[in-house]
Every structure is written in C-alpha cells, then in structure tokens.
C-alpha cells in the first residue's frame, strides 16, 4: 500500500499537472483567438476534431476523483495485502472504466470509437514496421532512464521499494502470477491505451497541441502507476506511445507496444535475479 510520503509527492505533482494543464488550456486558447489560422492542434494522424467541450469535463472529473482517492493505507508493510481477489477486482474496475468512456463517446457523445482510433482500416505491414522500431527505441531509452533514475535516488530516498506488483508478483503462488500476467499483457494495454492515449492525449490535443498533450498525458499516465521511482522511466514510455500513435493514427499501435513492454518485463521478473 501507499506510504505517507509517497502519496505527498505524487499528490503534489497531480495538482502541479492539472494547474499546468488549466493555465495551457487557457492560453491556448488566448493564442487561438488572437491567431484563428492557427491549427497546429490538428495536425499528425490523431483525431483531436471530433472532442468538444464536454470532454474536457469528463477528464477533469477522472483527474479530481483519482486525487481524492489517493490516499496512503494503514497496515502498508509486506505483499498480503495484494492478493488474487484484489487483483480480480482492480482488472475489473480497468475494465468498468474502459467500457464506461466507450459507452460515453459512443451513445452520449455520438462519436464511433472505431473511427475516431483509427482502428477501421489497418495496414497491418506498415503498423508492425513501427511496432518493431519502437520495441527497440523503448526498450533501450526506457531501461537506461529507469537505471539512472535509480541511482539518482539512491541518494535521496533511500527506501524507495519495488511496485507492490512486482513484490507480490516475486512471492506470489502460480495462479497469482496467471492473474498478473493476464492484467499486464492483456488488460492494462487495452483499458490504459483507451484512456490515456485514445480519450486524454486526444482531448488535451483538440484544446492545446500534440507535444504538450504528449507531455501531460504521459505524466498523468507514470502519477496513476503510484510509484516514485517509475516515474521518469514511465513518462518516457508513456511519450513514446503517444509518438507511435500519432505516426499511425492508429491506438493498436501503443495498445501492443504496451502488451510487449509489460510482457518482456514479466519475463525479466521471471528469469532474471534483478
């Protein structure tokens, strides 16, 4: 569970995002109005469009709720308290989540999640040239990040521990570990991708630009993950998603991106003593 620290530190930063992301949003669109010409927000291969205000609610509800919800728990010491039901029960709230935007778009909204992901006409040779390019780019600019990051903290937060996932996936029995795999490879590249680069880099796009959207969606994106020491590695990841998806405009992309990520980081937990 969340220890006191670590809850300040990344309460503190959800509210320096969301500051960050009102005061773009409102030059944006001073910028906008003085520059109507202006439509760098469109550009790339993302459908930003199609957003509209409503939206914009919808993700500040999201980002309130996870706020108030962070909350440090008693009783954090050890790996018990992760266990197959609380992992059934966090893959079914993904799952919720996910169906829930869906439903939003598709019957509030009037938008056809197909279309608007890019999903409707695959080209399939092209996607897996540049699922294989930034297999490597990740692997190699995320683990050097995660390793600095590491050492960097070496020195002021000393007790910085793994994820409790990764605790528990290490101690954990065989059918935990099914689970874990299942969560990872599966259901956090689906619910994950849809909201944060599908609803939120899109949203963030329509009112502001592609590269802040990238920035502010992948920091959202490393806060929820709630672990200090992952923060920096998964930022980068997070960006480079969202660079794979706006050179494809299409969200399978960062979805298998995101399932071989999790799925070769399985296979070190499993096999390698780190």
């Not at 991708?193 to 802040?212: H, S």
């Amino acid at each position: 569970m969340l220890d006191v620290p670590t809850v300040g530190v990344l309460r503190d930063l959800s509210v320096l995002v969301s500051l960050a992301t009102l005061l773009a949003l409102i030059g944006y669109r001073m910028l906008r109005h003085y520059r109507p010409e202006v439509s760098w927000n469109y550009e790339g291969l993302v459908l930003s469009r199609p957003y509209a205000a409503p939206d914009l609610l919808v993700l500040a509800g999201l980002g309130l709720f996870f706020i108030i919800a962070m909350d440090p728990q008693s009783g954090g010491e050890g790996t018990g308290n992760m266990n197959n039901s609380g992992l059934v029960v966090s893959m079914a709230f993904n799952l919720v989540v996910c169906a829930g935007l869906l439903l939003y778009l598709h019957r509030l909204r009037g938008l056809n999640p197909a279309e608007l992901f890019g999903l409707q006409h695959l080209h399939w040779r092209s996607l897996a040239i540049v699922v294989l390019m930034f297999t490597v780019i990740i692997l190699i600019s995320v683990n050097l990040i995660s390793a600095a990051t590491v050492t960097w903290l070496k020195d002021i937060w000393p007790d910085l521990q793994p994820q409790e996932t990764v605790k528990a996936f290490e101690s954990g029995g065989i059918g935990f570990k099914i689970l874990v795999i299942i969560a990872a490879v599966v259901i956090a590249p689906l619910a994950e991708e849809t909201l944060f680069r599908g609803f939120v880099y899109g949203v963030l796009k329509r009112y502001t630009d592609a590269p802040f959207a990238a920035l502010a969606s992948s920091l959202m994106f490393a806060i929820i993950h709630l672990h200090v020491g992952s923060l920096l590695p998964l930022w980068m990841l997070a960006v480079l998603f969202c660079l794979a998806y706006e050179i494809t405009g299409c969200l399978l992309v960062p979805m298998l991106l995101h399932a071989i990520f999790n799925a070769m980081s399985i296979v070190g937990m499993l096999f390698l003593d780190t």
